[in-house]
């Protein structure tokens, strides 16, 4: 049974920072493509981040470029997002999703089998 379990959010002030991270188990992830969407209340849950587990190629939302960086521990079959310079607007619920890694699919949610139950992160102005 594939799970994958989030942590590391919070409160934090804006100009902090947090690291998210999400533990994978359950089957084999190394042809997959490990993604962090969030979801901030009434709006639709959004691509933020990417990384292809075998080469660890990236993607990024354009609005946290420079501020977020996606990572993985194949050790320890876990995938980190680093988050800095946070603002009130990255206020949302994080979660980490696994998909076979299409390229037309990496910043769509639908491209993603499997999801995290999702962990919060508050930023205060």
């Known amino acids: 049974q594939v799970q994958l379990v989030e942590s590391g959010g919070g409160l934090v002030q804006a100009g902090g920072s947090l690291r998210l991270s999400c533990a994978a188990s359950?089957?084999?992830?190394?042809?997959?493509?490990m993604g962090w969407f969030r979801q901030a209340p009434g709006k639709e849950r959004e691509f933020v981040a990417a990384i292809r587990w075998s080469d660890g190629s990236t993607h990024y939302l354009d609005s946290v470029k420079g501020r977020f960086t996606i990572s993985r521990d194949n050790a320890k079959n876990t995938v980190y997002l680093q988050m800095n310079s946070l603002q009130p607007e990255d206020t949302a619920v994080y979660y980490c999703?696994?998909?076979?890694?299409?390229?037309?699919?990496?910043?769509?949610?639908?491209?993603?089998?499997?999801w995290g139950q999702g962990t919060q992160v508050t930023v205060s102005s």
């Open positions: 359950g089957r084999t992830f190394s042809t997959f493509r």
């Open positions: 999703a696994a998909g076979p890694g299409f390229p037309l699919m990496i910043y769509d949610k639908r491209g993603y089998n499997y």
